[in-house]
Nanobody, 122 residues
Framework: QEQLAESGGGLVQAGGSLRLSCIPS????????MGWFRQAPGKEREFVAA????????YYGDSVQGRATISRDNDKSVLYLRMDDLKPEDTAVYYC???????????????WGQGTQVTVST
């Protein structure tokens, strides 16, 4: 069974940084473009970042552009998301995603993680 396990969330002060990790199981990591999404209370799930299976191409949502860095280690089968200069509006549940693709402005995902809470305090 395919699973994605996120870790690294928590409470962070505004202006701080954090790094999220995602470890898959039941799927061949190197075969998938991976990504991160987030969902704040009362809002729709939002695209944060994606990375190609080779790791040579990455994409970012407008709200995190310049503050987020997505990376992957295909040898260790781990996906990362580093966020800098965190803002209270970054507070959300962050979800790891496998098999991310964009078609006609819509994102499609094959597998979702359970999510990890990130809370940014003022």
């Amino acid at each position: 069974q395919e699973q994605l396990a996120e870790s690294g969330g928590g409470l962070v002060q505004a202006g701080g940084s954090l790094r999220l990790s995602c470890i898959p199981s039941g799927l061949t990591f190197v075969n998938f473009a991976m990504g991160w999404f987030r969902q704040a209370p009362g809002k729709e799930r939002e695209f944060v970042a994606a990375i190609s299976w080779t790791g040579d191409r990455s994409y970012y949502g407008d709200s995190v552009q310049g503050r987020a860095t997505i990376s992957r280690d295909n040898d260790k089968s781990v996906l990362y998301l580093r966020m800098d200069d965190l803002k209270p509006e970054d507070t959300a549940v962050y979800y790891c995603a496998a098999g991310v693709r964009a078609e006609g402005g819509t994102y499609y995902v094959d597998y979702w993680g359970q999510g990890t809470q990130v809370t940014v305090s003022t």
